[in-house]
T-cell receptor, first 111, second 114 residues
Framework: GESVGLHLPTLSVQEGDNSIINCAYSNSASDYFIWYKQESGKGPQFIIDIRSNMDKRQGQRVTVLLNKTVKHLSLQIAATQPGDSAVYFCAETLFGGKLIFGQGTELSVKP | EAEVAQSPRYKITEKSQAVAFWCDPISGHATLYWYRQILGQGPELLVQFQDESVVDDSQLPKDRFSAERLKGVDSTLKIQPAELGDSAMYLC????????????FGSGTQLSVL
C-alpha cells in the first residue's frame, strides 16, 4: 500500500551544525505535509507544515523543502542544539483525510 | 498554551484484564483522534471522532477495543480483554475541525501488558 518512508533511521550531528532529515512519500496526490518532533516519553509536537503548492517554507531555525517531482520532503534544522535531539516524523494527508505517518528518524546531537 | 490532557501516563496490566484511557482535547476542538504507536514507528490511527460521532474506526479492533465521546468533549478508549500485543503508546490528538490537518497531541498513555 501507499506509505510515507524515511531514508535514514538515525542521524548524528555535532552541536551547531545544520541537520537535514529526509522523507520519501509515495502518494503523488498528497496535498499537505507535516513534520513532527517527538521527544522521549512525549507525544508528537508540530514543527512545520507545507502544502503541495509550495516548494519551501521557513520557520524559526527550521525549513521544509518539498520536491514533488521526486516525491521527496526534507526538514532542515539550522544550528542544531542538544534540545533538538528527538525522533522526527513526516506525515502526509490528502484533502484533509487521514494523516499517515512515516517510521521516524532519530536525531542525536553531540555536544 | 492549551494542551491535550491524557491519563494515566503509564498503565501496567495483565493479559485478559480490562484497561481504559482518558483524553481531554483542547477546548473548542471538534475533532478527536486516538492513535497507537509502537516503539520506533509512527502513530497509526485507531479512531476519529467529529463531536460525539465516530467518522473513522476502520483500524479499530472492534472485538476488543471500544471508544466513546459521549458529550463531544472528552473521550475514553477501552481494551477488554488486553492482549500482549496491545503493549504500545496510546496517543490522543485533537484538531479544530474535521479536515483541519494540524493535529495537537497529548503525552500519551504507555501500556504494558504482562
Amino acid at each position: 500500500g501507499e506509505s510515507v518512508g524515511l531514508h535514514l533511521p538515525t542521524l548524528s550531528v555535532q552541536e551547531g551544525d545544520n541537520s537535514i532529515i529526509n522523507c520519501a512519500y509515495s502518494n503523488s496526490a498528497s496535498d499537505y505535509f507535516i513534520w513532527y518532533k517527538q521527544e522521549s516519553g512525549k507525544g508528537p509536537q508540530f514543527i512545520i507544515d507545507i502544502r503541495s503548492n509550495m516548494d519551501k517554507r521557513q520557520g524559526q531555525r527550521v525549513t521544509v523543502l518539498l520536491n514533488k517531482t521526486v516525491k521527496h520532503l526534507s526538514l532542515q534544522i539550522a544550528a542544531t542544539q542538544p534540545g533538538d535531539s528527538a525522533v522526527y516524523f513526516c506525515a502526509e494527508t490528502l484533502f484533509g483525510g487521514k494523516l499517515i505517518f512515516g517510521q521516524g528518524t532519530e536525531l542525536s546531537v553531540k555536544p | 498554551e492549551a494542551e491535550v490532557a491524557q491519563s494515566p501516563r503509564y498503565k501496567i496490566t495483565e493479559k485478559s484484564q480490562a484497561v481504559a484511557f482518558w483524553c481531554d482535547p483542547i477546548s473548542g476542538h471538534a475533532t478527536l483522534y486516538w492513535y497507537r504507536q509502537i516503539l520506533g514507528q509512527g502513530p497509526e490511527l485507531l479512531v476519529q471522532f467529529q463531536d460525539e460521532s465516530v467518522v473513522d474506526d476502520s483500524q479499530l479492533p472492534k472485538d476488543r477495543f471500544s471508544a466513546e465521546r459521549l458529550k463531544g468533549v472528552d473521550s475514553t478508549l477501552k481494551i477488554q480483554p488486553a492482549e500482549l500485543g496491545d503493549s504500545a503508546m496510546y496517543l490522543c490528538a485533537s484538531s479544530l475541525r474535521r479536515g483541519n490537518e494540524k493535529l495537537f497531541f497529548g503525552s500519551g498513555t504507555q501500556l504494558s501488558v504482562l
